[in-house]
């Protein structure tokens, strides 16, 4: 189907769904059924609206192309020409824009996971500066990042942090973190003054509600056990941290942030539907990672998906060959140019398969 019938059959749609809603038709309508319409027909709304504006301005072209051939008025419509002829190429954009696929995802709220790789002390050090900076990234959106899991290692690092950033639209711009992220640095255990490479992987997965998954009780296998803290002291002396395993998959969710037993099951339950979630996606969409152990890698020092060189300054991700020279910055959540740059060459990806 080619571009111009595609736009015809999104007005037909948009026609076809506003007499459904208007009058006797739509108070025929069932409420699932009305509520549903209505929604596709919003939706359509700002496309239409594009589509209806390049018509016009296609037509004002043909117009303005015919008054060439007349002596007195060629000077008015060689400059209303060149405006219009301006003027299309970006509509026409906007649309092709507007009918790329969306992923479903893209609206919600996302849990993010960190965990330092390769190069012990240090890995958990950078995993702990790195979760730190997504909260400050999240507080620039004012997103709401809510405290999952923090497992603090003895010299201050992160053996693993789990966390929830709630608002809309969250995951469309976090969802390009997912990797591993490379740091090299001069340790501050380090004597001889000599730079060091270190890993940490990156997670984050779209929020999934409950009746995106069905998950059984009877493919749970579920653990409590007493809560510890790092070098082994007991948080507490009651059995309230979790471990789910879901028999199925083998996923393994473990929660002992909250003194509640019940809290830290809910808590577990809500990242295992989130990669319980995240497997049917990439069951549905080959392009995307199939499950998520390839997401965030191995963690080995080879695969990385961004490089923070502290000596140098810089911070360059490998996807898009972007290298910013403000690492302070970057640290402190000013994420949003590399952000910004990796959501333009998706959708010059997705415009060429288009084309």
């Given at each position: 189907?080619?571009?111009?019938?595609?736009?015809?059959?999104?007005?037909?749609?948009?026609?076809?769904l506003q007499a459904m809603?208007?009058?006797?038709?739509?108070?025929?309508?069932?409420?699932?059924?009305?509520?549903?319409?209505?929604?596709?027909?919003?939706?359509?709304?700002?496309?239409?609206?594009?589509?209806?504006?390049?018509?016009?301005?296609?037509?004002?072209?043909?117009?303005?192309?015919?008054?060439?051939?007349?002596?007195?008025?060629?000077?008015?419509?060689?400059?209303?020409?060149?405006?219009?002829?301006?003027?299309?190429?970006?509509?026409?954009?906007?649309?092709?824009?507007?009918?790329?696929?969306?992923?479903?995802?893209?609206?919600?709220?996302?849990?993010?996971?960190?965990?330092?790789?390769?190069?012990?002390?240090?890995?958990?050090?950078?995993?702990?500066?790195?979760?730190?900076?997504?909260?400050?990234?999240?507080?620039?959106?004012?997103?709401?990042?809510?405290?999952?899991?923090?497992?603090?290692?003895?010299?201050?690092?992160?053996?693993?942090?789990?966390?929830?950033?709630?608002?809309?639209?969250?995951?469309?711009?976090?969802?390009?973190?997912?990797?591993?992220?490379?740091?090299?640095?001069?340790?501050?255990?380090?004597?001889?003054?000599?730079?060091?490479?270190?890993?940490?992987?990156?997670?984050?997965?779209?929020?999934?509600?409950?009746?995106?998954?069905?998950?059984?009780?009877?493919?749970?296998?579920?653990?409590?056990?007493?809560?510890?803290?790092?070098?082994?002291?007991?948080?507490?002396?009651?059995?309230?941290?979790?471990?789910?395993?879901?028999?199925?998959?083998?996923?393994?969710?473990?929660?002992?942030?909250?003194?509640?037993?019940?809290?830290?099951?809910?808590?577990?339950?809500?990242?295992?539907?989130?990669?319980?979630?995240?497997?049917?996606?990439?069951?549905?969409?080959?392009?995307?990672?199939?499950?998520?152990?390839?997401?965030?890698?191995?963690?080995?020092?080879?695969?990385?998906?961004?490089?923070?060189?502290?000596?140098?300054?810089?911070?360059?991700?490998?996807?898009?060959?972007?290298?910013?020279?403000?690492?302070?910055?970057?640290?402190?959540?000013?994420?949003?140019?590399?952000?910004?740059?990796?959501?333009?060459?998706?959708?010059?990806?997705?415009?060429?398969q288009d084309e």
């Amino acid at each position: 189907m080619n571009f111009e019938d595609r736009l015809d059959r999104i007005v037909g749609r948009a026609d076809e769904l506003q007499a459904m809603l208007s009058g006797a038709a739509g108070a025929n309508l069932a409420g699932d059924a009305f509520a549903k319409a209505s929604r596709e027909f919003a939706e359509l709304g700002p496309l239409v609206a594009r589509v209806g504006a390049l018509r016009e301005a296609e037509r004002e072209l043909r117009e303005t192309e015919a008054l060439l051939a007349d002596p007195d008025m060629r000077e008015l419509a060689q400059a209303e020409l060149a405006q219009l002829q301006a003027e299309i190429p970006g509509l026409r954009h906007e649309i092709r824009l507007a009918l790329l696929p969306r992923d479903e995802a893209d609206a919600r709220s996302a849990i993010l996971e960190i965990r330092p790789a390769a190069g012990g002390d240090e890995a958990g050090l950078f995993a702990a500066e790195l979760f730190a900076a997504y909260r400050k990234f999240a507080e620039l959106h004012g997103w709401t990042f809510e405290l999952m899991d923090y497992d603090e290692s003895e010299l201050g690092g992160l053996r693993g942090a789990i966390a929830t950033i709630n608002g809309r639209g969250v995951f469309a711009r976090l969802k390009y973190e997912s990797g591993v992220h490379r740091v090299q640095r001069v340790p501050a255990t380090e004597s001889q003054g000599r730079i060091h490479t270190s890993t940490v992987t990156v997670a984050v997965l779209p929020e999934a509600e409950e009746v995106d998954v069905t998950v059984n009780e009877s493919d749970l296998r579920i653990d409590v056990y007493r809560a510890s803290g790092a070098g082994g002291q007991h948080v507490n002396k009651t059995e309230s941290a979790v471990r789910i395993t879901h028999l199925p998959t083998g996923i393994v969710v473990a929660m002992q942030e909250e003194r509640s037993q019940h809290k830290n099951r809910a808590k577990a339950m809500k990242i295992l539907r989130a990669r319980l979630y995240e497997g049917q996606r990439a069951q549905a969409h080959s392009e995307r990672a199939a499950d998520r152990k390839s997401q965030v890698g191995t963690g080995d020092r080879s695969e990385r998906i961004r490089t923070y060189n502290f000596p140098q300054g810089r911070v360059s991700d490998h996807r898009i060959n972007l290298t910013l020279y403000k690492i302070d910055r970057v640290m402190q959540g000013e994420f949003d140019e590399f952000v910004d740059a990796l959501a333009a060459e998706e959708q010059a990806a997705l415009l060429a398969q288009d084309e």
